[in-house]
């Protein structure tokens, strides 16, 4: 998987691609869809939600420029394979999902392979994780119609934000914030699920 579909598509970071070539993808995926886990694809995970492509996974990890120190917020636990790729590269993560039988799930899997800088929420997202707030890096793994305030608030001067945004038409979103102002740059056109909004 790591050879055939993410080096040679040119992701160099070599903490990223040792962490994937060591996490299994499978045991975050459900039975019927386990002899895809190493394809390069997304996969359907329940209750209408999928993982990401492995690509993407990569992709999204390596453009955060994460140096092994940081503390990261991950909107989106879904499988949790994104949080345990993160777990691998940084000193902490914080992952908040909405759908609680998922969360759950993923901290079931999680606890069996012993990660133990991974902390979960059940919440919604859009407003982030206040109590551990300021983040170095957010990664965004479901997609709003514009950047959630909240996220923006809790992201340290000099942290970087990866964020999928739009409706039918999506773009994967590097922020940079700055002292004043947040550095916006576009990156990728993707799809990604919805990030549900509860208010
Ligand atoms: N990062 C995941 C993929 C997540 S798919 C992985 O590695 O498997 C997107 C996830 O975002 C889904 O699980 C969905 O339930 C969740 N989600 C959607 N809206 C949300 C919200 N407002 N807050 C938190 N999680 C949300």
Redesign the pocket.
Known sequence: MVDSQIETRGVKEQRILAAMRKVPRHV?VPENVKRYAYQDEPLI?G?G????QPYI?AYMSEALQLKGHERVL??????????VILAEIVKEVFT????ES?SVR?QEVIKELGYQNIHFKV????FGWEAHAPYDAIMV??APAKVPKSLQEQLKIGGKMMIPVGAAFQELVLLTREKKKFKRKKLLPVR???????H
């Open positions: 975050f995970i209750e939600q999928t993982i990401s996974v991950e909107v989106g636990t879904g499988s949790g394979y994104q949080a908040v999902e909405l759908v998922l993923a919440g919604d997202g859009t793994t479901a990604f699920v919805p990030l549900i909004s509860t």
